[in-house]
């Protein structure tokens, strides 16, 4: 066998939880560890090691990834209730990817993967579709009254020097609700660079959709803020890369991405960016075929399945039973996050094998090989369906022929 890809600079490595913490391992034992000298920073973000740091082990990761610029992340849980009692917790600990995206103020790009056999409900959608949302404020950081009779509703603005501004909401003449929010220009900068850096990444065209017919000043302000930006920053590099940014209406971007061949980024507020993510990955077929990555404004990422920890399976698992999880998006993390580090370390090696155990996986599937979850949803006849480390098995020899 040719010998192990070297590399320079070590990703952070962030396990996790339950099903994906056995699939974690199966990854890099089977596909990574024998083809790639792998040099990781490695934090344990798994339920019980973040318990028994009190969470700094999650702050110390994303502390980490500011360092080092690249991320791999195993999905976690995201403790409720149930799960205090279950582990046993000293407090009900935040979502790690909450914290995360806040330490990174981030914003989080969700790519179906595209395979053969797995065909979108929408017929013209030949090419992925990202969907960048703002994680950051509107109704998610809202206030709402209950306005429980006759009475005036305003909309005031005190500043430090104690000065006020006044706008009437609305004359009440009987029962009714009110809703405040807010944004800031430093949120939606952020946001704005964090997608044209990607755009410029991926390659890809950018669309960036509000109301600001409606909203003349709320989201008008996000438009303007996309537009000075890409203006003074953007506009040159977007040229050289022969890629476009387009701004339009929210409901003319919905009508034209039905009717669209995909290839481009979509970015959304953060109501429209929840809305819109699901539909988009439902119309794709599998949330196991979903990759996720957190890009901050300084350009720094964090490469993760969109999907869960994937419990009932676990629970199988623990009883012995089989399983057959899929582990595509979380070999596509691990394989974003070393391209990524590649590109960053110009080690054009990495880059390659990145791109080749990301064809030997498609290789496998379109083969007829695949887990449970894409043999009820796949249009090929004839497949083999493989437990959780049958599937990693093979993709290794896919790759294995291919090197
Ligand atoms: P989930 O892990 O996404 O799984 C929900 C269901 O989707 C599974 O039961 C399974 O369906 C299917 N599924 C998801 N991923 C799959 C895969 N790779 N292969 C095959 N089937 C897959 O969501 P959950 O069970 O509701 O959540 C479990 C834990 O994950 C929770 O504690 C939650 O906090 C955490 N979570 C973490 C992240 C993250 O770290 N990014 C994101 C979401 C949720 P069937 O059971 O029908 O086979
Ligand atoms: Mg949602």
Same mark, same amino acid.
């Given at each position: 066998?040719?010998?192990?890809?070297?590399?320079?600079?070590?990703?952070?490595?962030?396990?996790? !939880?339950?099903?994906?913490?056995?699939? &974690?391992?199966?990854?890099?034992?089977?596909?990574?560890? #024998?083809?790639?000298?792998?040099?990781?920073?490695?934090? !344990?973000?798994?339920?019980?090691?973040?318990?028994?740091?009190?969470?700094?082990?999650?702050? +110390?990761?994303?502390?980490?990834?500011?360092?080092?610029?690249?991320?791999?992340?195993?999905?976690?849980?995201?403790?409720?209730?149930?799960?205090?009692?279950?582990?046993?917790?000293?407090?009900?600990?935040?979502?790690?990817?909450?914290?995360?995206?806040?330490?990174?103020?981030?914003?989080?790009?969700?790519?179906?993967?595209?395979?053969?056999?797995?065909?979108?409900?929408?017929?013209?959608?030949?090419?992925? *579709?990202?969907?960048?949302?703002?994680?950051?404020?509107?109704?998610?950081?809202?206030?709402?009254?209950?306005? #429980?009779?006759?009475?005036? @509703?305003?909309?005031?603005? %005190?500043?430090?020097?104690?000065?006020?501004?006044?706008?009437?909401?609305?004359?009440?003449?009987?029962?009714?609700?009110?809703?405040?929010?807010?944004?800031?220009?430093?949120?939606?900068?952020?946001?704005? /660079?964090?997608?044209?850096? $990607?755009?410029? =990444?991926?390659?890809?065209?950018?669309?960036?959709?509000?109301? +600001?017919?409606?909203?003349?000043?709320?989201?008008?302000?996000?438009? +303007?803020?996309?537009?000075?930006?890409? =203006?003074?920053?953007?506009?040159?590099?977007?040229?050289?890369?022969?890629?476009? $940014?387009?701004?339009?209406? *929210? +409901?003319?971007?919905?009508?034209?991405?039905?009717?669209?061949?995909?290839?481009?980024? &979509?970015?959304?507020?953060?109501?429209?960016?929840?809305?819109?993510? !699901?539909?988009?990955?439902?119309?794709?077929?599998?949330?196991?075929?979903?990759?996720?990555?957190?890009?901050? #404004?300084?350009?720094?990422?964090?490469?993760?399945?969109? /999907?869960?920890?994937?419990?009932? /399976?676990? $629970?199988? /698992?623990?009883?012995?039973?089989?399983?057959?999880?899929?582990?595509?998006? %979380?070999?596509?993390?691990?394989?974003? @996050?070393?391209?990524?580090?590649?590109?960053?370390?110009? *080690?054009?090696?990495?880059?390659?094998? @990145?791109?080749?155990?990301?064809?030997?996986?498609?290789?496998?599937?379109?083969?007829?090989?695949?887990?449970?979850?894409?043999?009820?949803?796949?249009?090929?006849?004839?497949?083999?369906?493989?437990?959780?480390?049958?599937? *990693?098995?093979?993709?290794?020899?896919?790759?294995?022929?291919?090197?």
């Amino acid at each position: 066998m040719a010998e192990k890809i070297l590399m320079k600079t070590p990703l952070v490595e962030m396990d996790g !939880d339950e099903m994906t913490r056995i699939l &974690w391992k199966m990854i890099k034992e089977e596909l990574l560890l #024998p083809f790639i000298d792998l040099k990781t920073e490695y934090y !344990d973000l798994g339920l019980e090691y973040r318990n028994e740091t009190d969470d700094q082990v999650t702050k +110390d990761s994303a502390i980490a990834t500011m360092k080092y610029g690249v991320a791999v992340k195993c999905a976690t849980i995201t403790p409720n209730a149930a799960r205090v009692k279950e582990y046993n917790l000293k407090e009900m600990w935040k979502s790690p990817n909450g914290t995360i995206r806040a330490m990174l103020d981030g914003t989080v790009f969700r790519a179906p993967i595209i395979v053969k056999g797995i065909e979108p409900c929408v017929k013209n959608w030949e090419k992925p *579709i990202t969907l960048a949302r703002h994680a950051y404020g509107d109704v998610y950081k809202n206030v709402e009254i209950v306005v #429980p009779g006759v009475g005036k @509703a305003e909309l005031v603005f %005190t500043a430090e020097d104690g000065t006020e501004t006044r706008e009437l909401i609305h004359n009440f003449t009987g029962a009714g609700i009110i809703q405040g929010m807010h944004n800031t220009d430093a949120s939606i900068s952020s946001f704005a /660079h964090s997608c044209f850096k $990607y755009a410029l =990444d991926t390659k890809q065209d950018l669309w960036f959709s509000t109301k +600001d017919t409606i909203s003349k000043k709320y989201d008008h302000r996000f438009k +303007d803020i996309f537009q000075e930006i890409f =203006d003074k920053e953007y506009k040159e590099k977007f040229e050289q890369a022969g890629i476009t $940014y387009f701004y339009t209406l *929210i +409901d003319d971007a919905v009508a034209r991405v039905m009717k669209a061949k995909g290839g481009f980024i &979509w970015a959304c507020k953060n109501y429209d960016g929840d809305v819109m993510s !699901d539909m988009v990955s439902s119309a794709f077929g599998s949330l196991a075929m979903m990759t996720s990555v957190l890009v901050s #404004p300084s350009g720094v990422y964090e490469y993760e399945a969109a /999907h869960g920890t994937v419990q009932r /399976h676990y $629970y199988k /698992h623990l009883k012995g039973e089989e399983t057959s999880t899929n582990s595509v998006a %979380t070999i596509f993390a691990w394989t974003g @996050a070393l391209r990524k580090r590649g590109e960053m370390d110009e *080690i054009p090696q990495l880059c390659v094998f @990145a791109d080749k155990l990301e064809a030997a996986t498609l290789g496998t599937i379109e083969s007829g090989k695949m887990t449970k979850d894409l043999a009820l949803i796949t249009s090929l006849k004839d497949v083999t369906v493989l437990n959780s480390e049958e599937f *990693i098995k093979e993709i290794r020899k896919t790759l294995e022929a291919m090197l």
